[in-house]
């Protein structure tokens, strides 16, 4: 698996720096975001350091099935799985604050549109 030194989720992920873990896995890791949008608001992390969902390719398939199960079960366990969010940002344009593949998992509350509406 390979890791950044200089990415903040890569030093989570290695115990260097605190986070508040729900799930620590081989293969991925689920922790509450810093700074929550909704009641819940937890990250599911792939341990691999891919920068974006832009970079999964065919050789992936299986971590990506494991992450969906784990937001499914994130959300069963949180009390949200009759409405909830899935997000993940591309690139600074699409509004990615930190280049490691990462799944937000929100809810608890009304969400609204996408667009804001």
Known sequence: MSSQPD???CQIIAGEEPA???MQRD?????KDKFPRAPVHYLVVP???LDSAHDLDDDHHRL???CFATMQQVATDAGIAD???IATNIGKGGGQAIAHLH???VGG???GHIDGT
Not at 27 to 31: E, P, Q
């Open 83 to 85: 409405g909830y969010r």
């Open 27 to 31: 293969d991925l890791v689920v922790f």
């Open 47 to 49: 341990v691999e350091h």
């Open 109 to 111: 509350k009304q969400l």
């Open 20 to 22: 508040e873990f729900l």
């Open 103 to 105: 799944f937000h998992v």
């Open 64 to 66: 990506l099935s494991a």
């Open 7 to 9: 990415c903040l989720f």
